[in-house]
Every structure is written in C-alpha cells, then in structure tokens.
C-alpha cells in the first residue's frame, strides 16, 4: 500500500510540474517579477549574496559535507566500524550514493537538455527563443542546458537523511525529508532571481532527487528487511 502512494505521488507530482511548464505562463511571470526592464538585466544576477554567497560558498560547504559522507561510507564499507550498528550503516550508503547520483544525474539531464535559462532568451536580453515542453524545437535552435536545476541539487540529496527515521518514525521523517527539500528549494529560489533558472527547472531537480532517494530506500533498506524477515521465518 506504501509503495502504490509512493508510486502515485511520484506520477502525480510530475504529471504537475510538466502541466504547469506546458500549459501554463508560471515560469515567465515569475522570470518577469524578476526582471527589470528599464536596465534588461535580471537585477540579483550579479548580486553579492546571490552569486558569490549562494552560487560559491554554500555550493563549496555543501560538496564538501557531500564529499564527507562519502568517505565516512566508503571508509565503513573498507574498514567496517564495529561501533556502527546495520541500519545506520545501510542509511548511511544511502545518503552517499545520493550524495553522489542526485547532483551527477541532474548534470547528466542538464546537459541533454534543450531548454534555455531565462537570461539567455531574447523575453529577457538574451537572443533565444522560449520554448515550452513538450514544444518541437528548430532543428537550427542552439540548446541550453538549463533544466533541470544543478545548484539546487547541491542540497537536495540532504532530503536522503530522512532514511535515518524510517520505517519506524515516517512522520519524523516526511519534516526531514521537507526541511531537506525546502533548503534545495532555496538555493534554486535564489537562482531563480538571477535569471539562471525557471520555476520548473527547480522542481524538476526536486522530483528527481525524490526518485532517486526512493529508489535507493527500497533497493538497500527495505529488501534487506524483507530479506531478514524471510530468514527469520525460515528459522522459526
């Protein structure tokens, strides 16, 4: 019953973020609010805390938690911490591989992808033509590589920490897993004002990250609970 929620949520979410890009104007009133007109510049573009605060510093403190995690597994798995009970071990390959797989899957859809960031198309200064999803594209039409977010995503495989609270604790784990989520969605808010991302482009990053880290759960966690329960019967 969980896994058909999980699966209709996944569906339906992404079902929205591809309505909201194909049929609706969301994206462009929020890039317009950004944008003034009178200089055609996207005014946080180049500002102090949108550019060097969030788009260096906090992507440079967040890679190098990354890259911490990473090790801490890498080590456990090479040199296992007896201290480390199993489920803490398994929960903490999980956050590694998202560590790993939610930015380096992002990065791999951003460069297949045609769209355009907002700075770069001529409703905004630049010289390129929006097209929506979905939209056939000019086969003359340089593309983007804009979507889904990649800064984001810098933060967002944190949402993988809300493995440590389940099965036992989903409710603890859904405000982790959402405070892990809303801080990605804040670093994309912030390039957003830039001009270097759409609203969608963020969620899609979002969406991503939710795939991944629920696959990941399932893969690692709950099949060795499966796993250890057949065991136990066959014991019994």
């Not at 909201?20 to 510049?41: G, H, K, Q």
């Not at 409703?123 to 097209?131: S, W």
């Not at 963020?202 to 696959?215: A, G, N, P, R, Y």
Request: proline share 5%.
């Amino acid at each position: 019953m969980r896994h058909k929620r999980l699966c209709c949520a996944l569906a339906g979410s992404a079902f929205a973020i591809a309505w909201i890009n194909a049929f609706t104007d969301l994206d462009l009133m929020l890039a317009r609010a950004m944008f003034d007109p009178a200089s055609a510049t996207f005014p946080w573009r180049h500002a102090w805390f949108a550019e060097t605060l969030s788009h260096v510093w906090a992507k440079m403190v967040l890679l190098t938690l990354a890259g911490a995690v990473v090790l801490a597994a890498v080590f456990d798995l090479l040199w296992p911490r007896l201290a480390w009970p199993d489920p803490f071990r398994l929960r903490l390959r999980v956050v590694a591989l998202a560590a790993v797989l939610v930015p380096s899957w992002i990065s791999v859809l951003k460069y297949m992808s045609a769209s355009h960031c907002p700075w770069d198309l001529d409703l905004f200064g630049g010289d390129e033509t929006y097209v929506r999803l979905f939209q056939a594209v000019s086969p003359y039409a340089s593309v983007g590589h804009c979507m889904p977010a990649g800064h984001a995503s810098s933060a967002l495989w944190l949402a993988s920490v809300a493995v440590f609270w389940l099965p036992h604790q989903p409710r603890t784990a859904l405000r982790v897993g959402l405070a892990m989520l809303g801080l990605g969605f804040a670093l994309g808010w912030v390039q957003q004002m830039r001009g270097a991302h759409f609203l969608t482009h963020t969620l899609w990053s979002m969406w991503w990250t939710c795939l991944i880290v629920s696959i990941l759960y399932l893969w690692l966690i709950e099949r060795q609970g499966v796993a250890r329960r057949s065991a136990h019967i066959q014991l019994s």
